[in-house]
């Protein structure tokens, strides 16, 4: 089983983007799931996070501006990026985490997609 992870791009600040985690092979996003980010040098850091019920929790950093979501439709964990900050560039990561109650550690999650480069522009 494979998370995929797509949608980055480049974008001006104050502007949108939309990443979507897909699974293949398995319904691991109806389980936990998260989305990091991580620039080259630096630790992997939680961004959003969403349970089997839909509850949602973000990191400070992006509270307001990023919404996490669960597309039953498409079987789908997209993040919703508005007012994009350059210090918003990273490559981002969707997880699954098999923990139920609220992860925001990265050793909590234990099947990563590939990774999606996010880069803001000032």
């Known amino acids: 089983v494979q998370l995929q992870a797509s949608g980055g791009g480049l974008v001006q600040a104050g502007g949108s983007l939309t990443l979507s985690c897909a699974a293949s092979g398995g319904t691991l996003t109806k389980d936990r799931m998260g989305w990091f980010r991580q620039l080259a040098g630096k630790e992997r850091e939680f961004v959003a996070t969403?349970?089997?019920?839909?509850?949602?929790y973000y990191a400070n950093s992006v509270d307001g501006r990023f919404t996490i979501s669960r597309d039953k439709t498409k079987m789908t964990v997209d993040l919703q990026m508005n007012s994009l900050k350059p210090e918003d560039t990273a490559v981002y990561y969707c997880a699954h985490s098999k923990y139920y109650n609220m992860r925001d550690a990265p050793r909590d999650y234990d099947i990563w997609g590939q990774g999606t480069q996010v880069t803001v522009s000032s």
């Open positions: 969403i349970s089997q019920n839909g509850y949602v």
